[in-house]
Antibody, heavy 119, light 108 residues
Framework: QVQLQESGPGLVKPSGTLSLTCAVS?????????WNWVRQPPGKGLEWIGE???????KYNPSLRSRVTISVDKSKNQFSLRLSSVTAADTAVYYC????????????WGQGTLVTVSS | EIVMTQSPATLSVSPGERATLSCRAS??????LAWYQQKPGRAPRLLIY???TRATDIPARFSGSGSGTEFTLTINSLQSEDFAVYYC??????????FGQGTKVEIK
């Protein structure tokens, strides 16, 4: 059974950097999957942030590209998100999710972690 | 960017009745369309992919149809556990991957 688990600080100061990690179990992060980050502001809809392939290839949402970095650690079977220069608008539940070959819908999701941007 | 538009925003349905949710894409996404169910405080759950294929363990009362730009999710004989928010998402052309804004199915 594939499981994803987000971890990281729940509170980040404005202008700081949000950092989260997603630990993957039940699947190898080196398989032909894309590993994604999706966020959801309180009471709002879902927004795709970006994704990474095990090779390190990345794709980002153009609306966030200048502030986002997604990386992968194959030795730990996990991937990470860094979002810089955060504001209150970045307050959201952050989910990690898998999308697998050949049809890249999101088949497995983490439980999500709330990150609040506040001083 | 492909914009996904869902309607209605809220759907009031009585238990046992049918719910019909719509999703429209701003350009063709072929059949690369997924539906997700989200309950409060929970992660989204994959219901349908390929516009019409039910995901593992999804009851047969959920069905999807459509291709190109027009899609429908139908929930027959609504059960209490089906009241939730439903999102469509295209995976034909990215980045970015895009979701609809969601349809809330509430008890009438």
């Amino acid at each position: 059974q594939v499981q994803l688990q987000e971890s990281g600080p729940g509170l980040v100061k404005p202008s700081g950097t949000l950092s989260l990690t997603c630990a993957v179990s039940g699947d190898s992060i080196s398989n032909t999957n894309w590993w994604n980050w999706v966020r959801q502001p309180p009471g709002k809809g879902l927004e795709w942030i970006g994704e990474i392939f095990y090779s390190g290839s990345t794709k980002y949402n153009p609306s966030l590209r200048s502030r986002v970095t997604i990386s992968v650690d194959k030795s730990k079977n996990q991937f990470s998100l860094r979002l810089s220069s955060v504001t209150a608008a970045d307050t959201a539940v952050y989910y990690c999710a898998r999308s697998s070959y050949p049809d890249y819908y999101f088949d497995y999701w983490g439980q999500g972690t709330l990150v609040t941007v506040s001083s | 960017e492909i914009v996904m538009t869902q309607s209605p925003a809220t759907l009031s349905v009585s238990p046992g009745e049918r719910a019909t949710l719509s999703c429209r894409a701003s350009q063709s996404v072929s059949s690369s369309l997924a539906w997700y169910q989200q309950k409060p405080g929970r992660a989204p759950r994959l219901l349908i992919y390929g516009a019409s294929t039910r995901a593992t363990d999804i009851p047969a009362r959920f069905s999807g149809s459509g291709s190109g730009t027009e899609f429908t999710l139908t929930i027959n004989s609504l059960q209490s556990e089906d009241f939730a928010v439903y999102y469509c998402q295209q995976y034909n052309n990215w980045p970015p991957r895009t979701f609809g804004q969601g349809t809330k199915v509430e008890i009438k």
